[in-house]
């Protein structure tokens, strides 16, 4: 990298980083139980939620308990099951035409990070109509409140629930694109156990991991504050502990503390942000509709361990945290050890070490982008251009049969 934009963009992340204490996050309040919903709803004077999921949890009735104690209380309301993986910026303005011709006045996102994505992606439309929404990718730019949000994952990965971020896929380019602003996180999240208790075994070990993946890129970077720290290490303890059991929903205590585990992350990454791991896996589900979750999952080694030295003490303190030693082995083993571990975690659970989709023709366009979403924004440990990010995609392309 140039080594005068290397300095450009640490300074850009020092001055996020002394802002960080005087800009407005805020968590939202947590909430137990989808059956409190209607109370709230009605507190706040609010007449018609607008419930947005997908159709594969509409086909197992996942939104059934939600609807039968809205129309218990007498709450109208409007459906929408249309969301996919990689809401495009099309599916957004489809969606909010919906939610507008219904007269809706709030929002209730059922799903893992596509629905909880599409649902910032129509408040914001609800505020700013006639806004570009891929012009507003970036930080700070809606600047409006939008209608009152209420969150319900029915994964433990995302952190979407905490988080200020909408991920789109732009329609027209099929490059994917963040929009961060404060007003995007929910008002209120549901960590309901049981709405993770039906998720098939792969599902919970890639949204796991991805939940892990936020963790270890906001302890990692340059831009951490004590509550951030604590929050992701807190999550890695966590996710060692619980993601086998809750991937075979041994337990519904397993399964609460999945969740969590990804609502801390997402409360650190939300605020000390991601790196290249995020970067890379957006412009490759960008590209190729991949699954967020398992090429983050299946990238997190593989970065980690490029990142080297730079990563090695902090890397040993997150080991100690998932048990994997104690502080009288060195920094260097400890990492590896700590590397070596999320390999095995993959493994155990189905995930890949290589990305068959990745075509070499293609890496260049990828990395560029990947590049375009990091940098300066991301506090990343080590600091790479577009052609050194092009490393990454090789190390995970699937060649004549090698990783």
């Not at 960590?191 to 796991?208: D, F, Q, R």
């Given at each position: 990298m140039n080594p005068f934009y290397k300095i450009y963009c640490r300074i850009f992340q020092i001055g996020l980083r002394i802002a960080l204490p005087v800009l407005p996050y805020r968590n939202p309040e947590i909430i137990d139980r989808i059956s409190d919903i209607p109370l709230i709803l009605k507190k706040a004077n609010l007449k018609k939620p607008f419930i947005i999921t997908d159709g594969n949890l509409s086909k197992i009735g996942a939104a059934e308990g939600l609807k039968g104690c809205l129309e218990k209380a007498g709450i109208d309301f409007a459906f929408y099951d249309g969301a996919f993986p990689n809401p495009t910026t099309d599916l957004a303005k489809e969606a909010y035409g919906i939610?507008?011709?219904?007269?809706?006045?709030?929002?209730?996102?059922?799903?893992?990070?596509s629905p909880m994505d599409l649902s910032k992606a129509v408040g914001i439309l609800a505020v700013k109509p006639?806004?570009?929404?891929?012009?507003?990718?970036?930080?700070?730019?809606?600047?409006?409140?939008?209608?009152?949000?209420?969150a319900i994952p029915t994964t433990a990965g995302t952190g979407s629930e905490t988080t200020l971020a909408a991920v789109l896929i732009d329609s027209g380019t099929r490059h994917k694109f963040a929009i961060n602003d404060f007003p995007l996180i929910p008002r209120y999240a549901v960590?309901?156990?049981?709405?993770?208790?039906?998720?098939?075994?792969?599902?919970?070990?890639?949204?796991?991991?991805?939940?892990?993946?936020?963790a270890v890129e906001a302890y990692i970077g340059r831009s951490t504050t004590k509550g951030t720290r604590a929050d992701a290490k807190e999550a890695v303890r966590l996710i060692f502990e619980n993601l086998d059991k809750s991937c075979r929903h041994e337990s519904s205590q397993a399964e609460a503390a999945m969740l969590r585990a990804s609502h801390l992350a997402g409360r650190a990454f939300t605020r000390s942000y991601v790196g290249y791991i995020h970067a890379v896996s957006h412009s490759l589900s960008g590209k190729y509709n991949l699954p967020h979750g398992r090429t983050n999952a299946t990238l997190l080694p593989v970065v980690l361990r490029m990142y080297g030295l730079s990563v090695h003490k902090k890397l040993a303190v997150l080991a100690v945290c998932a048990g994997l030693g104690d502080n009288s082995q060195g920094a260097e083993a400890l990492a590896e050890a700590f590397i070596s571990a999320i390999e095995k975690m993959n493994i155990r659970h189905g995930i890949p070490g290589y990305i068959p989709e990745i075509k070499e023709e293609d890496i260049g366009e990828l990395s560029r982008y990947a590049a375009k979403e990091a940098n300066p924004l991301y506090p990343v440990p080590k600091l790479w251009n577009a052609h050194e990010l092009e490393l990454i995609y090789r190390k995970v392309i699937k060649s004549n049969g090698k990783n």
């Open positions: 939610y507008k011709a219904a007269g809706c006045d709030s929002i209730i996102a059922l799903g893992g990070g006639k806004s570009s929404l891929r012009r507003l990718a970036g930080i700070l730019k809606v600047r409006k409140r939008i209608p009152t949000l209420i960590l309901a156990p049981e709405m993770i208790h039906t998720l098939p075994p792969s599902i919970a070990a890639e949204t796991g991991i991805d939940a892990l993946t936020h």
